[in-house]
């Protein structure tokens, strides 16, 4: 049986780890099979250039060399071949992070005879979406030999009780940090150990000293390392249901769910002899069946067994000339930023976005349409944003802006041309015009009749949008694409209309018009209130307008949509403190420093949080000589702010009024007549004014008598305090 394989060559990533990568361990011969690669980089048997013609592999194949089948490894990760739909044999993609770029998936099911995924959850979410019967799932993944502990560790003898390697995004990966901050929650009682993603050797190091090694997979499936922390004698917790196809719960490995994970760490802590008995029979099964090797070829049996009598369903070569060169196009924007380049394509440059746009153009050629022309309007920007920044912000877009506004001129009810040209505007400073094109696109998006495309190209190079809309909207595209919700459409047209009102009310901001930002930042919650960035800003300007309950529910509802990020509960506990709510701030500390205590990347804010303790007068008595505590330098910021768009709005009473309050909190008395003072002088007319804010200034008026007594009462006793001193001092 002969297998051509598409992997990495020798590309950097394909090293870490390096179990994951088939290149790492196979070889031409293996058991009945005989493998060829092929590939984009250097180190692969048959190397290729990203624009060529799947016909040229096999042009370089020895001669009479013919695969029964192809096989393209981590196809997510690399560059779908061009013209692999019209492969004269059988083709195979596994694809483990399928959900990272859906349309990229979608082509590629589009394209192949059978997708091979993590576990069943995975093989139904691509079979619901695509529309196509090709997805199985296998666990594919083992442990290179020369990675296998020989002698484990005994589990009395490791250092860490629960350890968890990943990568930390609360936007992108919030299920993987709820059950950081979980974890975070028990270091207190265990010695937990949470760190990045390491090497290959540093993470097997890691293995091999701690007990228990938590293993998630968003979907519900088998994780890819399990296996690794079975080969080193550790004992996995997994809250999958896809693992008790492969290993036994409470004999192999410890299920976990959201309710009872606490328990079950104790219950087998507390038990090290059942624990251990447990890691020796998970350490069995794996060093007999998932050495890499082995699991290799008993994926690709699988895969044969699979393609044994299938029709093939690529559904790729119904597409007209256009569309096809549409998806080509789609495919080279998608691999640039996926394949991370200098990590999973040796030399790429921009050579893949070049590519890009030149598909875009063949499509146009052909029939012009306007998801075209955006794609190509993005890829443009892309480009330029990369390799052309600071030329781009110089000139604030002047040759991207056209593009936009030609499709604009040809589709005027196009919704995505307005999206996107905002978002230039905006990146490159045109505030004005950015929120004129914001305000034409929540017009149009909101008209459920206007042409609104959901699968134009993503702002992948832009890391606010990856940070706020990437998830939600892939999310979406699976279930608009399945059918399986009828208000899914409806759902993208919601979180696009969020994120412009998102960027508008930071537009306000910056045009000092902060009342104005609130109430945008506020609609854009009320659209999407999954976002922990948009209730963060939200509750930040509610605090500043002094809605004071307000601001602590969203910052409370922040953090829980953004658990790890220690820069947020800092600016909470200052806001805590300035509103003296002390018992919730000395918990908020607690949970603070459990996470830089656990999570080795955040370990440097621990010093960043001690700073900020010892700047609390209330806490600590010898801080009485310092000018600012921590109120004072919170609420001296709001006051800039609030000055700041007071300079551009000198008639806005309710400005004056916050700053007022604040004034007052601080008992900066003179602060106070002095801008009532100049705000009376020069723009007062009681006649302008409402009965509430009459009211407020009568209240302020009321306060300012009785303080200017009580302060000159106060001085007149610290006078005579100072007197009597200076009276029993000898003059020199």
Known sequence: MKVLVLGFGNA?????????????????????????TFGYNEGVDVIIHPEDDFKTVLEQLPQGWMPDYCLLWLAEWNLLPRGIECAP???????????????????CAESVDLIISHGEPDSKAIRTFTGINNAVAFHA?????????????????????????????????????????????????????????????????????????????????????????????????????????YFTPNEEYI????????????????????????????????????????????????????????????????????????????????????????????????RLLKLSAEEFKKALAIKSAPRCLMNLAMVKSAFDFLFHKEEILKNKAKEIIPLFEKIISLYPSYAMAYFHMGIVHFRVGNYQEALHTFSEALRIIKNECSDFDSWCLQSREYNLFNSLLRSPLNANLISLCGGQDENAEMNIRKLYQSIILYLIATIEEENRSIHKGLKACLESYNLYSESGV?????????????????????????????????????????????YEKDNELVQELKDAFKITKTVIALREKAKELKTLF?????????????????????????????????????????LVLRIVEIWNELGKTDKVVELMDNYTANYFNKYDLDHAVQARLADIYDNLTKRVDTDSKIFVEKLSELKNCFAATPRT
């Not at 000055?643 to 309710?654: E, H, Q, S």
Request: proline residues 4%; glycine residues 4%; aromatic residues 14%.
């Open 89 to 107: 044999f059988p083709t195979v993609a596994w694809l483990p992070d399928w959900d990272y770029n859906v349309p990229y998936t979608k082509t």
């Open 255 to 350: 299920p976990i769910t959201v309710n009872d994970f606490a328990e079950q760490i104790e219950r087998y802590l507390k038990n090290e002899k059942t624990l251990q008995k447990m890691a020796d029979k998970f350490y069995k099964k794996v060093t007999e069946n998932y050495e890499a090797g082995k699991r290799f070829i008993e994926m690709l049996r699988f895969a044969e067994k699979c393609l044994k009598n299938k029709i093939s369903e690529r559904r790729f070569n119904l597409y007209t000339e256009g569309d096809k060169c549409m998806r080509r196009g789609e495919n080279y924007y998608y691999a640039y930023f996926s394949g991370a380049p200098g990590v999973f394509f040796s030399n790429p440059g921009s």
């Open 141 to 245: 993944v083992g442990v290179m030999q020369e990675y296998f502990a020989v002698t484990p560790k005994k589990i009395k003898n490791r250092k860490f009780d629960v350890l968890y390697t990943t990568w930390i995004d609360d936007a992108i990966q919030p299920g993987r940090s709820a059950w950081i901050r979980k974890l975070c929650s028990l270091s207190d009682r265990y010695t937990v150990h949470i760190d990045k993603n390491l090497n290959y050797p540093e993470y097997i190091a890691l293995l091999r000293d701690s007990k228990l090694v938590l293993s998630y997979n968003r979907h519900g499936s088998i994780a890819v390392r399990v296996a690794d922390a079975g080969a080193q004698g550790a004992v996995v917790l997994d809250p999958g249901e896809e693992i008790k196809q």
């Open 534 to 578: 948009i209730a963060w800003k939200a509750a930040g300007l509610l605090a500043n307008l002094s809605f004071k309950d307000e601001s602590i529910l969203l910052y409370k509802r922040a953090i829980n949509l953004l658990p790890l990020s220690v820069d947020l509960r800092i600016v909470y506990i200052k806001l805590l403190y300035a």
């Open 12 to 36: 950097t990533g394909r090293f870490n780890p390096p179990s994951t990568h088939c290149e790492n361990f196979i070889s031409r011969n293996m058991g009945e099979y005989e493998i060829i």
């Open 614 to 654: 010892a700047s609390f007068k209330r806490f600590n008595s010898d801080s009485c000589y310092s000018q600012y505590d921590t109120k004072e330098l919170l609420l001296d910021s709001w006051v800039e702010t609030l000055f700041f768009c007071l300079r551009a709005n000198p008639k806005d009473i309710n």
